[in-house]
């Protein structure tokens, strides 16, 4: 009979977690103890821990961080932002009960086989209706990826931000921003969490630079990997290449498939069935559904994922799904009822709450790229005024932060300051040869600017 665990252990860990108002991962919470032990040891008493409901579990892999349990949201309130259906919400009270209490399942392949494309549907003839009308942005007929491209700037910051969110990640939006627009990495955070945003953003690029040639097949899908796992790994032979390891689920009672040449056939037929899928919203939550499920690589598999149920959105010039405001505790336990029921109904639900959200910003974006934006209008001068600053004297980036951020807390009103950054960065970032004349900047002066701005 196993001896009970300390409860003076317990509290150690969580004393340990405390410290971390991000979550802590399970290296820096054996940093934090006195006393570690062995790392399965330690694995296993947070593994309680989490099945208690004392600590709370986000990300997998080296992302996963641990929570104290009052720190996570309610699910009544994720219920709440989230409209569930009737078979979401019992598949939710389900996986709401302790690991011990469900029943310990492995990778059936009969779900996938199953599946048949164009009959078979996991979304109803009026979800896609519904979809297909928010969906479009609008536009003229244009080649793959047009509308995509246009918004580029915004998809890049809200889809690497959002994606790595749902990881554990805790750099904020503005954060975010920042560490893609002009390399600022975050203080007090880790070196993993920039990389994680860093390689969404080398993703997303391939994506939609590659619009015309994506697609799911091999090619895309590995490359897909292999730049979001970029540096992630701790074998680095394993980004890009199918799993031949062992491994598990943390907090699931769900047990991958472990054999290297079943996981490759199921892999390859998950793409030739998505590939057959006509319609992209059907097309887009049967990746969400089946590629996290087989778990084909080490790790990273759901943010492959994430970002490979955008391809369809990319290819048909539709608003991007980019999991705006996706409460993370409700979208991993939509995954684990895929994972130990193949039931899709809570995943589903919140696909469907998310397109909705996602299609609506993008509405928005549409049409302030077309409309006058107010805001700038009204801080025009000050504006200007900052990128001329920040062009003669000549500035790098990292100066140009300081300088921006001092101009807006001596000079902007506090409930302006955000936008107001963002706005400013915009613009000098946006800065090139056919535009810098109206900031009253002289040739010379933007040419030795570019220098120190982008050197080479």
Request: proline share 5%; glycine share 6%.
């Amino acid at each position: 009979m196993a001896r009970p665990i300390p409860e003076a252990d317990f509290q150690a860990i969580e004393a340990a977690v405390a410290q971390y108002a991000g979550g802590a991962s399970a290296a820096q919470i054996a940093a934090a103890l006195v006393s570690p032990g062995a790392r399965r040891t330690l694995q296993y008493r947070l593994r309680a821990l989490v099945d208690a409901g004392r600590l709370r579990l986000t990300g997998d892999g080296r992302a996963a961080r641990y929570h104290l349990g009052a720190e996570a949201i309610s699910e009544p309130e994720a219920a709440d932002i989230v409209p569930l259906s009737p078979e979401g919400q019992a598949l939710l009270a389900y996986i709401r009960q302790p690991v011990a209490a469900r029943q310990p399942v492995g990778y059936d392949r009969a779900f996938l086989e199953g599946y048949r494309p164009n009959e078979t549907f996991y979304l109803t003839e009026a979800h896609r209706a519904h979809l297909a009308t928010i969906g479009k942005p609008q536009i003229d007929a244009a080649a793959a990826g047009t509308y995509a491209k246009h918004i580029l700037n915004r998809l890049l910051i809200d889809l690497a931000w959002n994606s790595s969110r749902l990881e554990g990640n805790t750099y904020s939006l503005l954060d975010t921003r920042r560490l893609l627009n002009f390399g600022e990495v975050a203080e007090g955070r880790g070196q993993l969490e920039a990389q994680m945003i860093l390689n969404h953003k080398d993703a997303i690029e391939f994506l939609v630079a590659n619009a015309d040639d994506i697609g799911f097949n091999r090619y895309t899908i590995l490359n897909l990997h292999a730049l979001l796992a970029n540096n992630l790994l701790a074998d680095p032979a394993a980004v890009g290449r199918l799993r031949h390891i062992i491994v598990g689920i943390d907090g699931s009672a769900f047990h991958p498939l472990e054999v290297p040449g079943l996981i490759e056939e199921c892999f390859d037929e998950i793409l030739a069935t998505a590939g057959a899928i006509n319609d992209p919203f059907e097309q887009a939550f049967f990746v969400m559904v089946h590629l996290p499920y087989l778990q084909p690589f080490d790790d990273v598999n759901k943010r492959v994922s994430r970002l490979a149920a955008n391809m369809p959105m990319i290819r048909a010039n539709l608003a991007p799904l980019s999991f705006t405001d996706v409460p993370g505790d409700l979208y991993t336990r939509a995954t684990l009822g895929v994972y130990e029921r193949n039931d899709i109904a809570l995943l589903r639900d919140v696909f469907l709450w998310a397109y909705e959200r996602s299609a609506a910003r993008y509405t928005a974006v549409r049409q302030s790229l077309g409309e006058p934006d107010p805001f700038r209008l009204r801080y025009r001068e000050r504006l200007r005024d900052i990128v001329r600053d920040v062009v003669r004297g000549p500035m790098d980036r990292k100066t140009a932060r300081a300088h921006l951020a001092a101009i807006t807390r001596n000079e902007i009103p506090a409930a302006d300051q955000e936008q107001f950054v963002e706005v400013a960065e915009t613009e000098l970032l946006g800065l090139h040869e056919g535009n810098f004349a109206r900031y009253q900047v002289r040739p010379s002066e933007f040419t030795a600017w570019r220098l120190v701005w982008s050197p080479a």
